[in-house]
């Protein structure tokens, strides 16, 4: 087992920045990926980022990529995900997943991962 909670999010005017904490608990040594997605009202949870384990592994989403980046201290068991010149688009409640041992597939895929946080709501405003 292995759980996960977000914080660090809040409401933030168009152009800001915010830092996310993903922080792991449980069986953490086997978490070989961790994602954030986010979800919007009325819409689908969408991929945002991704980083292995070793970080030599990290992807993220073309709507997000030149503004966000993911780094990872292993000794806290923690991921972040820094958000700079956010935009009202970038609004819904941000969550991170865990995926266990070596697997082939896309880490952008939901079912790519085993566990996941209970979210933390992002707000931009314009």
């Known amino acids: 087992q292995v759980q996960l909670v977000e914080s660090g999010g809040g409401l933030v005017q168009a152009g800001g920045s915010l830092r996310l904490s993903c922080a792991a608990s449980?069986?953490?040594?086997?978490?070989?990926?961790t994602g954030w997605f986010r979800q919007a009202p009325g819409k689908e949870r969408e991929f945002v980022g991704a980083?292995?384990?070793?970080?030599?592994?990290?992807s993220f989403a073309s709507s997000v990529e030149d503004r966000f980046t993911i780094s990872r201290d292993n000794t806290k068991n923690t991921v972040y995900l820094q958000m700079n010149s956010l935009k009202p688009e970038d609004t819904g409640v941000y969550f991170c997943?865990?995926?266990?041992?070596?697997?082939?597939?896309?880490?952008?895929?939901?079912?790519?991962?085993?566990?996941w946080g209970q979210g933390t709501q992002v707000t931009v405003s314009s």
């Open positions: 449980g069986r953490t040594l086997t978490v070989d990926h």
């Open positions: 980083m292995s384990r070793s970080g030599d592994s990290i």
């Open positions: 997943a865990a995926a266990l041992g070596l697997r082939v597939g896309s880490t952008s895929r939901p079912g790519f991962y085993d566990y």
